[in-house]
């Protein structure tokens, strides 16, 4: 295991730099033996420097040749990317973590969040996906949730930071804002987004405002006509982390001006009465869950949460329009750790610790 | 009708303002003939005048003989002082329109949105109570869903702007919002509120962040253990105006870092099958509401809601996690207007229209 070589693809993206940064923070090289760290990006990032264990390590270009000697790719450059150099590095013999949406719902590609489905490493061949930010923290609660009373129907209302939509997302809340801040009637057509790929519609700005809809609508919406992608995924991934294939699940996705902390509120339904009481009993004992006591006060806000690596959960309640067997509550992390980052650095610590590196045909 | 006295308790607050800003914007006195306006506030605000259809009106001060000669009163300087003046001036033979929430629940006292439940008016005997904002948004929506289909179960998650707290809630997320746009790192107990009770706990800012607690947690709860008192305002203001006291209902209360403008994202279950399309076409010819197309890009933001009378519905499709006869939107409304000082002005309008201004008893 000595010797490793860990390419981080998107080195210089705001997921990027958390991957960096949480690989040195968990001490990965001094718990895994000597490794290197390849940082790769476009070529818009060449000549880069990024800042690893006290050194400056060179940007390479993303090719396909980049990845001959590495053994974990910790992808987060764009669906698109992914799409053209996974391949690149699977064919090469690496096995890749890739944070994209790209592959997460292939049949073959195991969708894995630490800690929650780990056993789903297993039947890895060379690509493992990361899911979505919003599902990913939901997965330790509701799975919690499901083995101690079933889970029956869940609906969640999410309140997700700009950070989801990158640096382009935070540099725009702020720009934004210093404008209403310096001219507080500074017409809205002034204050959009330079780049309004980001985020949504130009014309609405983020700053002190909602923003509804995030990612685009589904192109072949099915049964989910009218749905974001991101709502999609947050129901898709859920059905297949959870296994679940039939679980009656709806969200509704909506950005809001926060820079980082992804907040759900979460309602749902469960074959067996839990009392608010039990399930915080439950969550106390799940693993990167903290729990505010039930029926309290006492909530964790994305302000909180944001550095942090658990999930929080708090207004954990009785659902009053189900009080037989329903719940309420409130769940919150840091978008770019537990949704993104860390989960990503996670799942590569478990790819060494289960010794599944190589290829289980090759194993 | 000529020579009518409208009192406003609380003219120089945030609802208070709004309140003669739209006796103006609706030209009550051109409608109901010759009319005096008598706006009364606390000490503190003696001295002061407003202004009202381009004249300065002096502040009085705020007694229960300032009621003598009133017709009808616009209350909305909070619960304590409507439980100490309301029944002083119903006592002067006013019919009191009570914007705060302490008569709401009353059972000889109407809860009444205007174009809702106009019947109930009928029933006054001196007070009748304007629903909370958040509650208030929702009925046009909700009423139209229940004729046409029959509503089961009601999930609401709320989006609260500041302004839902007064001028107070306003100040300090603007007040938050500067220091950190000067200073990004200001520590957060420097940026705490000058006025905690208006929003929540000191500690948490409102600026980049958000309070999933709004008022106070319920002092006797019952089955609503956990649920703060915003919570439960809407849950049984909304049974008492759909005259549905078995409803099931259930939401939860945060506030989020907009000025004005509420939003709701809504999943309702109901009686029978109803399509999105369906949904769409009669909201279209509900009053008071303006619908964006149904599973469509479109969609209301507080931003655009804020200054303006409608109710605005968009997200409009199916629920899937219950396709056949669930429904998921999102409603978003200027929270001063529609929730406060619109609806108390139009239901000063219908008292005056259906001939209601001396008691039934009396009549």
């Known amino acids: 295991m000595s010797a490793l070589?860990?390419?981080?693809?998107?080195?210089?993206?705001l997921v990027g730099q958390h991957l960096i940064h949480i690989l040195e923070q968990r001490q990965f090289a001094q718990r895994f033996g000597t490794f290197t760290l390849k940082p790769l990006a476009s070529e818009r990032s060449q000549g880069q420097t990024v800042r690893f264990m006290g050194q400056d390590v060179p940007v390479q270009l993303a090719e396909p040749d980049a990845f001959n000697g590495v053994d974990?790719?910790?992808?987060?450059?764009g669906g698109s990317v992914s799409e053209a150099l996974v391949p690149e590095a699977v064919k090469r013999g690496c096995v890749v973590i890739d944070n994209t949406s790209h592959y997460r719902m292939q049949p073959d590609v195991p969708l894995v969040v630490a800690g929650v489905n780990d056993e789903a490493l297993k039947s890895h061949a060379g690509i493992i996906a990361n899911p979505n930010c919003s599902t990913a923290q939901l997965m330790p609660v509701l799975k919690a949730l499901h083995q101690a009373a079933g889970l029956k129907r869940v609906i969640v209302s999410t309140y997700q930071s700009v950070s989801g939509a990158g640096k382009e997302g935070?540099?725009?809340?702020?720009?934004?804002?210093?404008?209403?801040?310096?001219?507080?009637?500074t017409p809205v057509e002034k204050i959009g987004?330079?780049?309004?790929?980001?985020?949504?519609?130009?014309?609405?700005?983020?700053?002190?405002?909602?923003?509804?809809?995030?990612?685009?609508?589904?192109?072949?919406?099915?049964?989910?006509?009218?749905?974001?992608?991101?709502?999609?995924?947050?129901?898709?991934?859920?059905?297949k982390i959870l296994e679940l294939p039939e679980l009656a699940i709806t969200a509704t996705a909506v950005r809001v001006p926060v820079m980082i902390g992804h907040s759900e509120?979460?309602?749902?339904?469960?074959?067996?009465?839990?009392?608010?009481?039990?399930?915080?009993?439950?969550?106390?004992?799940?693993?990167d869950v903290v729990v505010s006591p039930a029926m309290s006060r006492e909530y964790p806000t994305p302000k909180q949460a944001a550095g942090q690596d658990p999930v929080y959960v708090g207004r954990l309640r009785r659902d009053s329009s189900n009080p037989e067997t329903g719940l309420n509550f409130w769940?919150?992390?840091?978008?770019?750790?537990?949704?993104?980052?860390?989960?990503?650095?996670?799942?590569?610590?478990?790819?060494?610790?289960?010794?599944?590196?190589?290829f289980p045909s090759v194993a």
């Open 331 to 358: 769940v919150v992390a840091d978008n770019l750790r537990i949704g993104a980052a860390l989960n990503a650095v996670r799942l590569a610590e478990l790819l060494i610790t289960m010794n599944l590196l190589k």
């Open 170 to 185: 935070m540099e725009a809340l702020w720009r934004q804002t210093e404008a209403l801040v310096a001219q507080p009637d």
């Open 72 to 77: 974990i790719v910790l992808a987060s450059a």
């Open 5 to 13: 070589t860990l390419a981080v693809l998107g080195a210089t993206g």
């Open 193 to 239: 987004y330079e780049s309004p790929g980001a985020l949504d519609r130009e014309t609405f700005p983020i700053a002190f405002n909602l923003i509804p809809m995030i990612d685009v609508l589904l192109e072949k919406p099915d049964v989910y006509q009218g749905y974001s992608k991101e709502e999609w995924k947050l129901i898709v991934e859920t059905r």
């Open 265 to 287: 509120c979460v309602t749902v339904d469960l074959e067996r009465a839990l009392s608010p009481e039990q399930a915080e009993a439950l969550l106390k004992n799940t693993p």
